[in-house]
């Protein structure tokens, strides 16, 4: 059984794996963490929305599940998800692997423009903190999921949150900045 976290604007007792972008990191699915810090700082702040987190249960015993590491198989999925090609894993109920980071679309039209190999790309893609995301892709994921609970995000943890992403960004670009220099 693990806890899961699910940041939004509103309570979702009933995950829908068919709601959702397409082009996701790891496609089509439900997106949670096992972070509730990381819930916290990955939602944004929506004009008349409250930020709400839920909480799951899941009891993964029963699952197919594909984990997927920082490497040539996870950059791959991620770039043909965002790309919209079919799902090499869609007979998989949970995906549990890495967030991309921020530049991954850069990364992406940087390989494809022959400025930097797939290797460089790579040596990109593993610059920055490492944050899980695991995703329900089946309905079978789903009846397993057990909402607990949900809680309404006061100022003072959003203001906590933000701080904590920006923090997180610029340590990020600094890193970033470095690797592309090692390229020159």
Known sequence: MITLYHAGYVTIEKPDVH?????ADFGQGFYTTDDPEFACRWVREKSGSDIIINRYE?????????????????FEYIFANRRVKPD????????IGPIANDTIYETFGIITSGFLSEEEAMKLLMVGDFSRQIVLKSEKAAEHL?????EILGKEKIEISRKKYLEDN????AEFAK??????
Request: proline content about 0%.
């Open 19 to 23: 709601f959702g972008r397409k082009n």
């Open 146 to 150: 057990r909402f607990v609970s949900s």
């Open 88 to 95: 090499v894993f869609a007979d998989y109920d949970l995906i």
């Open 58 to 74: 899941l009891d993964e015993s029963v699952l197919k599940i594909k984990t997927l590491e920082r490497n040539s198989e996870w």
């Open 179 to 184: 690797a592309m220099k090692e390229f020159e």
């Open 170 to 173: 610029e340590k990020f670009q």
